[in-house]
């Protein structure tokens, strides 16, 4: 690995422009609340990349800035077959197996803006969420590790329970595309998983 003065590194780049910009503007909209600081928890961090732009925005919108936390276990969360689907998953995988991926993202975090650190806890957000009942509330909550739906459901339901009032949870990434085919069965899907979790 090269010289940390050259900046972050990533190997397999998975968020979009457009991505990272909607995690800049949900923090602005945050901000807009009044508040002087703000939490952020991140479930699902790979590289820090999308960290790093919690981190930038945090410093840009809070006047006292705030914090970033990353649950992830760092370890392959899918069958080799799906990771061997493309190119990234491939990369992916393969780093994931030689450790890279904990290691670029301990690097990587250390460029966040000190206004703003991160920090992380190493595991499964289901099983480690009981351990920031004393972190708690959380301002904005990002979901983006696992992408199945029952460890979906799973981390939604842990969230909730960290949410400071009027914060916002979110997310990233389906297991499924939604399109005409599905359409009515997704919207079934999705009102019945939200009459569950109230």
Same mark, same amino acid.
């Given at each position: 690995?090269?010289?940390?003065?050259?900046?972050?590194?990533?190997?397999?780049?998975?968020?979009?422009?457009? =991505?990272?910009?909607?995690? $800049?503007?949900?923090?602005?909209?945050?901000? +807009?609340? #009044?508040? +002087? =600081?703000?939490?952020?928890?991140?479930? #699902?961090?790979?590289?820090? @990349?999308?960290?790093?732009?919690? !981190?930038?925005?945090?410093?840009?919108?809070?006047?006292?800035? @705030? !914090?970033?936390?990353?649950? *992830?276990?760092?370890?392959?969360?899918?069958?080799?077959?799906?990771?061997?689907? !493309? /190119?990234?998953?491939?990369?992916?995988?393969?780093?994931?197996?030689?450790?890279?991926?904990?290691? =670029? &993202?301990?690097?990587?975090?250390?460029?966040?803006?000190?206004?703003?650190?991160?920090?992380?806890?190493?595991?499964?957000?289901?099983?480690?969420?009981?351990?920031?009942? $004393?972190?708690?509330? &959380?301002?904005?909550?990002?979901? *983006? @590790?696992?992408? =199945?739906?029952?460890?979906? +459901?799973? *981390?939604?339901?842990?969230?909730?329970?960290?949410?400071?009032? #009027?914060?916002?949870?979110?997310? /990233?990434?389906?297991?499924?595309?939604?399109?005409?085919?599905?359409?009515?069965?997704?919207?079934?899907?999705?009102?019945?998983?939200?009459?569950?979790?109230?």
């Amino acid at each position: 690995m090269s010289d940390a003065a050259e900046g972050p590194q990533f190997d397999a780049i998975q968020n979009s422009t457009q =991505r990272l910009g909607v995690l $800049d503007r949900l923090v602005a909209a945050q901000a +807009r609340t #009044g508040e +002087r =600081r703000v939490r952020v928890l991140e479930v #699902g961090s790979y590289e820090g @990349g999308s960290a790093l732009v919690l !981190s930038r925005a945090v410093a840009e919108h809070f006047p006292d800035g @705030g !914090s970033i936390l990353c649950v *992830d276990p760092w370890v392959a969360y899918l069958p080799e077959e799906q990771f061997s689907a !493309s /190119d990234v998953g491939c990369r992916m995988l393969a780093a994931y197996r030689a450790g890279d991926v904990f290691q =670029r &993202f301990k690097r990587n975090i250390q460029f966040a803006d000190p206004r703003a650190p991160i920090t992380y806890i190493q595991g499964y957000f289901a099983d480690v969420a009981w351990k920031l009942q $004393d972190r708690y509330p &959380f301002d904005l909550i990002y979901i *983006d @590790g696992d992408h =199945r739906y029952a460890t979906v +459901r799973e *981390d939604i339901a842990a969230a909730r329970t960290l949410l400071a009032p #009027g914060g916002v949870l979110c997310g /990233d990434d389906l297991e499924v595309q939604y399109n005409p085919a599905n359409e009515k069965a997704i919207q079934k899907t999705v009102a019945q998983t939200v009459v569950d979790l109230i």
